[in-house]
Each structure stands twice: as C-alpha cells, then as structure tokens.
C-alpha cells in the first residue's frame, strides 16, 4: 500500500519560557496555527502537569496535532500528523517557531503506511560501501538540484563549511579541500615536471584545478560530465575552486571524461578524481572496465608522465587490492599513501604511477 500520511516530528531547544507552563495559551496558539496553515480544527484538549508541563492535543480534520512541553528546560516537543498535503504541517511548524521563538530546531519527517520512510530535512546521511554511514548536520541547504546524471546538494556545516554532495554521497568540504587536494597533486608536484598538458578527470568542484594551476602549467583540461556541478561550485565553493575556473590556461570540458581520454591528445600528467566502482554506469566487469581505462590513460600520457588517483577508503581492500594489480602492469614506480580525511571520518588512500 501507499503511505496513508506525513508525520514530522519536532523538537523546539531553548524557547521562550513565559508559555509553556500556560496550557490556555498553547491551546490557542495551536488552534491559530492550524488555522493559519490551511488545516481544519475540530477539538482540542490539554492537561497541565504538576508543577510543571503541558500536553496539548488537537484532533484536526487531517488527523492531529500535539504539543508536550518541559518548562524548566525551555523544551518543547511536537507532533504533526495529516495525510494531507506536508507543505501545511511545515507551515504550522513555522509558526510555532515564530510565537515560541526556540534558539533551535530538530525535525524529523516521517512517511506512514508501508514501507515506514524516515528523513531528516535537517541532516543528510552519506552512505559508506564498508559497513557505516555518517549523518552531517545542515546548517543551510545552500543549493539543491537533480541534474540529468545526479542529486547535487551544496550544505553549509557548523563544522566542514560548505560542502558538496553527489547522490549523497559527500565529495568535498571547505575546511579539509585543501588536503584531499594536495594529496593528489603532491606527486605531480615531487616529480618536479615542466608541465605541459595537464588533464583532470572528474574535479568539478574545481579544487584540484586551484592546486595544479600552483605548479604553472601550460594548460590544464578539466573533463566533467556534470556541469550543474561546475556551476553550482562557482557560486556556492569559491573558498575551494578560488577563481580557477576562469584562468586564460584552462580549458572546460562537459562530457564523459572516460570517452575523452581515448581519443585525447597527450598530456604530462593525468589526475583521476572519477569513481573506482564503475558498476552504477556500465556492465563490464569491474576489473576489465579499470583495466582498460587506465591503458587509455597510459597512453595518453607523454614519456616519464604521471598518473595520480584516489583509490578510496582505507576499508575497501579489495579496490586496493586491483589497482596495485592494475598500476603494476602497466605502469612503473607505483606509490600509495594514505591520508586521514576529517569530513570523511575515514582515511583516504592515493596512488601515483608513472609511464617509461
């Protein structure tokens, strides 16, 4: 079956207390929210507790409302449930908010029926492929968008700053760009190489692109299928991309990186920021796929260049495992570091290679 309704439930920190303890008040500040918000009161009840709280509880046409509050704490629980439109339980949410004044909200929304769907609006969860997830607090949805290849959100975060994420699965944070970048740059820039050509697979946030502009290059092409996701690090991600993305020396393209490598022109070094799990755009074998792109960019590259790519978590020992196979046989000198990655919670690991 379909679910049968939207609950959101809310808790209000550190409200205005001259309210709580007041249960005629509440009362009718709740049946002026429902009314405000284009819900439809029937009855409403409410108990004052001794010698402190409040429950009050609206049936309403849509379902009901209830409100429980802890004086002394300045707390305030809600309950919102209508199998209505979602938009009018925010809206009564808001007003309370108004009249209550809370220094801060926690919300959850909750899809009823079968299946039960949780979501947090004000937290967004990215998903680990080695047995655990990490939720990062939104402070501010700075930018939110499906674009035709994927889900773009751009947050800001107490801790991280502004931070990208693709399908939500986090990217980049302002606060440690810099050493996710470096990481895959510093190779490039130990081989103390006059770069010529410069290629950088994925990196539309641009970070990367700031951190090879350092080395001087001729020119570096930046290839990326998404550009919403250009665009939208240009104005949201400046603190990462800087102003990149508008050097005379860079060329922009928007389309599939993986198809331009084969049929590119030569390049000093190559850097791979793309996914190490292929799985979600092709059926080749995952091995065979890896294999074959990075023959690609073998020979794409001019003599003694260098190859840098981020292999991915520490905790992934089978992707370890292929891409030693894989640099080995076909390129020489591979190396391997890991670096620890703060918005990550998680160590990252990067590899460098190089052609004869």
Known sequence: MKPLGTQHIAEFLN???????????????????????????????????????????????????????????????????TCSDAKKQIKF????????????????????????????PHWITSKSDCGFEVRYHIKKHLYKKKSKFQMIDIIENENFG?????????????????????????????????????????????????????????????????????????????????????????EIIAGDAIKYIGSSKKFDAIVYDLTMHPEAFTKINRSLFLEDLFIKIKSRLNKKGIVTLQVGSEFDTETLKLVKKILRKHFVNPKYQKVFIPSFCETWIFASARVH
């Not at 509880?57 to 849509?62: G, M, Q, Y």
């Open 15 to 81: 409200c205005k207390k001259s309210l709580l303890n007041n249960p005629e008040k509440l009362e009718n500040l709740l049946i002026t929210g429902i009314e405000n918000s284009g819900l439809h009161y029937e009855k409403i009840i409410s108990h004052k507790f001794n010698p402190l709280g409040v429950t009050v509880l609206a049936i309403i046409s849509e379902s009901h409302v209830g409100i429980h509050t802890y004086p002394e704490a300045g707390h305030v629980s809600i309950d919102v449930f």
């Open 93 to 120: 949410i808001k007003h309370l908010k108004e009249k209550l004044k809370p220094r801060k909200v926690i919300m959850t929304e909750i899809q009823r029926g079968n299946p039960l769907e949780i979501r947090e």
């Open 162 to 250: 502004k931070m990208l994420f693709l399908d939500k699965d986090l990217q980049i944070a302002e606060r440690d760009a810099h050493i996710y970048n470096e990481a895959l740059v510093k190779p490039i820039k130990k081989s103390k190489k006059n770069l010529g050509n410069t290629a950088i697979l994925g990196g539309g946030d641009g970070g990367i692109l700031y951190e090879i502009l350092k080395l001087n290059p001729e020119n570096v092409t930046l290839v990326d299928i998404d550009q919403q996701v250009i665009k939208a690090s240009k104005k949201h991600l400046s603190k990462i991309c800087y102003e990149a993305f508008a050097d005379p020396r860079v």
